[in-house]
């Protein structure tokens, strides 16, 4: 029996455009890798979950920031109570809720009750803040006629850490 090899006969490649390729596909690859290795690296693992700070005092993360002043007495009948001012700065891109923030408070060990005073646009704001810019507002909180200090959380903040300010009434 004989038998005839009917296949198309193998082309050599050359190898000049193979190897052009090559080095270029290699130069493209090394290139990008700089660029990466310039781009600022964003971690939340090499960050704090919980940050403290002292009352009148400001914490500037990447995408927020979150101030908070020293507290002032305020008026409320038959309770004592404080109020903050609160200011927040938007650094994203994307507009952020306000109501998406939870803000708490503890007196000694006493959980203090937020107030809402619509009267004097006091208390927690549901406002958006476009970003780029900040939006200051008013909160209050009863506490315990003999508490001498505050501690007042916020959360989340910066991929989900928690800014702790805490101080003297």
Known sequence: MVVVDQSAPVRPVPSLPVIALAIVVGVLGVALGLIVA???QVSYVDRPALVNLRLDNTYDGTTLSVGLS???SYAVVGRRAVTFNVAVANRTTAPLSLASLDIQAVSGS????????LANNVGPSSATV????SLVWQIAFTVPVAADDI???VSPVDGG????FSGSL
């Open 161 to 164: 850490r928690t800014v702790v």
């Open 38 to 40: 310039k781009m600022p």
């Open 130 to 133: 476009l970003p780029g810019r």
């Open 151 to 153: 501690t007042v959380q």
């Open 70 to 72: 020293r507290p002032v």
């Open 110 to 117: 006493t959980q203090d009750t937020q107030l809402t005073d």
